[in-house]
């Protein structure tokens, strides 16, 4: 292996191992299969181009052109002309994946899914810019080090949106890989001075080992290795910053960060509640005689980081045809299907479902999916509520008291889950729920109390212009201050309700609607909402409303609470005033390309589903055996362009001579035949039984050739002559500037027609067929021979050569 084609696997290989670093940001990462398979297509073609040769410019050029037509057969070979040809559709369409791609960015959790087509081409085409960029540097201009740069921006993005503590390990890997190309670059350096000076100690065995300079650059690879690792343990930590993990996630304007999307859920919240007009978001019809529960949720925030509260990382997953049964419900409490038909105004696009909780099934046109734990549904690719009429069948549970202070200790995986509360939270949050809820003997008592303290016992006001806030001393700062709208007062009972163990989290959505005179229920934006669900075994996540003159408080929170206990199923029938026209869910299977999570007001919350990446397109190795096929088709459309800069090359580097190299009849006739194939390029045909003095003359005449030009002519004729005929030759200087002379001045006067086709298609080329002929001529005429002896051979003979 040359020392640049050795170069060129080790630019593939720290290509390769830098965006390892890439791995944890998608689920699966077989995508790095399919990535190394597409950079070693683009490392072979600038393997190929290189050893034509081409100059550097057309090398980067092809293989950035092999690169897009692969990209083009991988992701929009249905929208382009023989499947890899990139047309303006298929541009069009890269970019739609493009755009599509910077929105589950923003829109899914990490790990992503490897399903989402535009992350698939951000993911593959990033990978192969990079791998682009690291071969132009380090191979194609010979200058290993400024290939680090590339290598450098592909590890600090995958770092920058990493969230795991694994970042060290894929730093080594990366770290490694640049390091191993620019020792691969210094040895074939080195190699190029001869003998590596400092001669290498043979061992008693008699072998070589590792040259001097070789052993010290990997020593110091080591060490500057091990000092990047440990020196930043000793260093003060540092936080934030450009590529800070999770954003605050709260304030106005905040843009948050990590899993918290550029819209806040809860600013928005609050924009809504302060809004001059009052506009109408949904329209509702139900069969419930009592609308004053019918709260409509879109979303949970279940995780606290200690200073907001954001939906935790969930996987999703197409939408079943009967939701399952909640979580924690039980055969004894009373519970009522209620159908409602939701149509959401032409101008409210939400990618969440409002949906009364918990659902039972859900008949929605359009691509939706259902995340299982929270029970929502979320927009699929772009998919909205904008102007949507869907049915829901939802429950309507009724807890009494005596059941929910009755209710047995959640599992530990729940309550673990659930009363996780970070040490950052104010000790005061804690101290207050101890201080209200003194006295108590269960957790349901204990919430009643919580609930109470808020909305009767604690003197606090509700205010809309109170800002969310931000920091692990916002809910202190509620507590001392006792004012703020639903998103205080839903943050601090939840917090409040951990600190005391008792499972909780934060939904958001809507508060009861107003009722019209013809039945249906009118819900606008000043009805935005945000509630706490506290959790209790046996009943299920169960809504409590501390937000004073908010909503409705809920009946088996109030003393006089009491009701019975047997289940009660009501008929199936339905309502005329819920008949729905929306077809039944279209959403996407598992195996679809379009897994993806929700934005919008709480955008980024849910993790992608857990399916088998790139269902519906083409596989990864089907993907390289088009690649394959395409590199050769494109390989075969060039070959006669190639193979004519190539010995072109060849047969002029040839004519150059020393001292050290003196000027053969080779070297001669080698220009000859360049003089007379750059003719033939540009029409005219050789003449083989001319001697070269008159097909010197012929090429003048028919070129129409100037003084000058026809003088180079015929000093290279002459030069052929002198070495075929003179019995002691001279030699010719300038042979290779009077062949490129010629080609100058027949390419001046030649048509652009005649220009394209004798650098395209020339007609010269038509002698690597003559040579493949005339080999494989010459190969059969010896297998031809050597049968024939071979059966010719007398039996002495054969014995003997036995």
């Given amino acids: ?43 072979l073609v600038g393997v190929a181009t290189r050893r034509v040769p081409l100059p550097r410019p057309l090398t980067v050029a092809s293989q950035a052109l092999v690169t897009l037509l692969m990209l083009t057969l991988v992701f929009a070979h249905a929208q382009a002309p023989a499947g890899f040809v990139p047309g303006p559709d298929a541009l069009r369409h890269f970019a739609e994946l493009l755009r599509q791609g910077g929105d589950d960015i923003a829109r899914y959790a990490i790990p992503a899914p490897l399903a989402s087509d535009g992350i698939r081409l951000m993911l593959l085409g990033g990978v192969l810019v990079i791998g682009l960029a690291v071969d132009a540097l380090a191979v194609t201009f010979r200058s290993a080090a400024p ?54 100690p043979r061992t008693p065995g008699g072998a070589t080992g590792t040259p001097a300079p070789v052993r010290s650059g990997r020593r110091i690879g080591v060490v500057a290795l091990g000092v990047a690792l440990v020196v930043p343990l000793a260093l003060p930590g540092m936080n934030g910053g450009l590529l800070g993990g999770v954003g605050s996630g709260g304030g106005a304007g905040d843009s948050g960060g990590g899993t918290i999307s550029a819209v806040n859920p809860l600013v928005s919240l609050r924009d809504s509640l302060n809004v001059d007009e009052n506009r109408q978001v949904l ?14 949720r879109i979303v949970s925030l279940d995780d606290f980081d200690g200073s907001t509260w954001k939906p935790a990382k969930r996987h999703i997953v197409s939408v079943p045809d009967r939701l399952p049964t909640p979580t924690g419900l039980g055969a004894g409490v009373r519970r009522t299907v209620v159908d409602t038909r939701i149509s959401a105004a032409d101008w ?54 005596e059941q929910l202070a009755d209710a047995p200790q959640p599992s530990q995986t729940l309550r673990r889950e659930y009363t996780r509360l970070p040490g950052s939270v104010p000790a005061v949050v804690a101290a207050t729920a101890r201080e209200v809820t ?16 808020f909305t009767q016992d604690g003197g606090f006001q509700y205010n809309t212009q109170v800002q969310v806030g931000t920091g692990p001393d916002a809910i202190a700062r509620f507590l001392k201050d006792k004012q703020g709208f639903c998103v205080h007062f839903s943050f601090a009972m939840a917090a409040m309700a951990r600190s005391l163990g008792i499972p909780a989290r934060v939904a958001v959505g809507f508060a009861p609607g107003t009722q019209q005179a013809d039945g249906s229920v009118a819900v606008s934006l000043k009805d935005a909402h945000a509630w706490p669900e506290l959790y209790f075994e046996g009943v299920g996540w169960t809504r409590f409303e501390p937000t004073p003159s908010r909503g409705t408080t809920p009946s088996y929170t109030q003393p006089e609470t009491s009701g019975d206990t047997v289940p009660h199923v009501p008929s199936s029938s339905q309502s005329a005033d819920v008949s729905t026209s929306a077809a039944p869910s279209t959403s996407a299977s598992c195996g679809s390309v379009r897994d993806r999570e929700p934005v919008a007001d709480c955008a980024g919350a849910l993790p992608p589903s857990t399916t088998t ?25 060039l070959f006669p362009m190639v193979w004519r800069v190539r010995r072109r090359a060849v047969r002029l580097a040839s004519a150059r001579h020393t001292s050290a190299v003196p000027q053969t009849a080779g070297h001669v006739l080698a220009v000859w035949r360049e ?25 003048v005449r028919l070129g129409e050739l100037d003084a000058v030009t026809a003088g180079s002519v015929h000093r290279v004729a002459g030069a052929v002559e002198q070495f075929l005929f003179a019995p002691r030759p001279s030699p010719v200087p300038g042979l290779a500037e009077e062949a490129r002379a010629l080609r100058a001045a027949l390419h001046g006067r030649s048509s652009w027609f005649l220009r394209v086709r004798a650098v395209v298609a020339p007609r010269s080329a038509v002698r690597a067929v003559w040579a493949v002929a005339d080999a494989w001529a010459a190969a059969r005429a010896g297998w031809r021979l050597r049968w024939t002896a071979l059966f010719r051979r007398g039996p002495s003979e054969q014995r003997q050569g036995g």
């Avoid at 290509?15 to 299969?33: G, H």
């Avoid at 003194?438 to 919580?450: C, D, F, P, S």
């Fill in 283 to 296: 329209s509702l019809r139900t069969n419930t005689a009592d609308v004053s529960d019918l709260y409509l």
């Fill in 613 to 637: 990446p790139g269902a519906g397109g083409p596989r990864w190795y089907e993907v390289a055996g088009w690649s394959l096929l395409g590199v050769l088709a494109v390989a075969l459309l």
């Fill in 147 to 200: 290939a680090g740069l590339p290598l450098l921006a592909l590890y600090s993005v995958a770092a920058g949106l990493s969230e795991g503590g694994a970042d060290w390990l894929w730093f080594l890997v990366a770290a490694a890989g640049y390091l191993m190309l620019l020792l691969t670059e210094g040895r074939d350096r080195l190699s190029q001075w001869g003998r590596v000076f400092g001669a290498a």
């Fill in 438 to 453: 003194k006295g108590t003997k269960n957790a349901y008592e204990r919430a009643v109390k919580l609930q109470d303290y």
């Fill in 675 to 699: 003089v007379t194939d750059t003719a033939w390029d540009y029409g005219i045909a050789p003449d083989e039984a001319l001697t070269p003095r008159k097909a010197a003359q012929r090429i």
């Fill in 348 to 401: 409210y696009a939400q990618d969440w479902l409002p949906m009364p909780y918990p659902p039972s099934g859900v008949q929605v046109a359009g691509k939706w999916r259902y995340e299982p734990v929270g029970m929502t549904l979320v927009g699929d690719h772009g998919e909205t509520t904008r102007g949507k009429t869907y049915l829901v069948k939802s429950l309507d549970v009724e807890p009494t008291a």
């Fill in 1 to 43: 292996m040359s020392g640049r084609a050795r170069l060129a696997l080790c630019a593939w290989a720290a290509t390769l191992m830098a965006s390892c670093a890439l791995l944890p940001l998608v689920s699966p990462t077989t995508w790095i299969v399919q990535g190394a398979c597409l950079l070693g297509v683009q490392t």
